[in-house]
């Protein structure tokens, strides 16, 4: 709120039925209200809208007979990306895909920066999601999440060759997942060393390895610094940080699909690095401001 915004009006103004000043009705309530209110009041919108998505998720699901039994994953992939989507626009972030987002089958790699990448690149990609086994026990989220076709893993826990043999009957029967390969999330600056254990999958599926890029730009054209779940910050703390954003665009960039025939893990993972990084290079030279 400027220091020269038009007084709120009373209820007398309303009573009275003058009409109010142009350069007041053009506003938005919320830039009427003094910052803790505007903050507040924002926030309850986007829980509002978090709401409603999470209820039309629920009924789609319903609607599909997808609470019983294995994921319904030939009818919900669709949902997913209208679900991401939702969840996304709730939270007041645009997403652009800068390129066509290509419908490879295989295993997608994305790079991490915040649990935002959830919804921001599930809105676009065709794929399921390569999640924390922590999520699988989160309340509404979690049983939503496993009939949405998730796959879920133990970090650390010593089980990644039985998820990755588990991505392998997943690719050969015709599905596509998305996992980040770094582990970790990143301010969105650069790629981190990659953990290559999953990608066996890709390779014994004979499947391709599709990569991806996220970019999140803030108002002045400038890499966000609020959106990156990093550090010492809790869950709690970034939620309401990412809350309290204005005019974030996550900005995505399909790159070039990588072959895994005759190819070892080791060159696999050094090959997706350099693809990653090279790409997030061309994506931030797009669409950050010089």
């Known amino acids: 709120m400027t220091d020269h915004a038009s007084p709120i009006p009373t209820s007398q103004d309303k009573i009275s039925g003058r009409t109010l000043p ?13 910052k803790p209110v505007t903050t507040q009041f924002k926030r309850a919108q986007i829980l509002k809208g978090m709401t409603t998505t999470m209820v039309n998720g629920y009924r789609a699901i319903t609607k599909i007979d997808g609470w019983s039994g294995e994921p319904k994953r030939d009818k919900v992939l669709r949902y997913n ?23 490879t089958q295989g ?21 399921f999601f390569l999640s ?28 990644s060759g039985k998820v990755a043999g588990q991505i392998t009957e997943f690719l050969e029967k015709g599905h596509s997942v998305l996992f ?3 582990g970790t999330t990143t301010d969105g600056s650069r790629i981190k060393s990659l953990y ?13 390895v599709q990569p991806l890029v996220v970019c999140y730009v803030n108002a002045q054209g400038e890499l966000d610094d609020k959106i990156p779940f990093v550090g010492d910050t809790s869950f709690t703390k970034s939620f309401l940080t990412v809350m309290d954003c204005e005019q974030v665009t996550a900005y995505i960039l399909p790159l070039d699909p990588i072959s895994t025939t005759d190819k070892s893990r080791d060159e696999l993972t050094e ?15 797009r669409v950050l401001k010089a």
Not at 82 to 99: H, L, R, S, T, Y
Not at 113 to 127: E, L, N, Q, T
């Open 196 to 208: 290559g254990k999953l990608l066996q999958a890709a390779i014994d599926a004979n499947k391709p």
């Open 22 to 34: 142009h350069r007041l009705r053009k506003h938005k309530v919320s830039q009427l209200l003094p």
């Open 132 to 159: 924390k086994a922590e999520v699988e026990s989160m309340p509404a989220f979690g049983n939503l999440a496993r009939a949405c076709g998730s796959l879920f893993i133990k970090r650390g826990s010593g089980d």
């Open 81 to 103: 990306q209208i679900f991401c989507g939702k969840m996304a626009e709730a939270f007041n972030i645009k997403v652009v895909a800068v390129e066509p987002m290509p419908n």
């Open 180 to 182: 980040y390969p770094e």
């Open 107 to 127: 295993l997608w790699a994305g790079n991490h920066v915040s649990w935002m990448d959830i919804p921001v690149m599930g809105s676009v990609v065709p794929a």
């Open 271 to 285: 090959e997706l690095y350099q693809h990653m990084q090279q790409g997030l290079e061309t994506l931030k030279a």
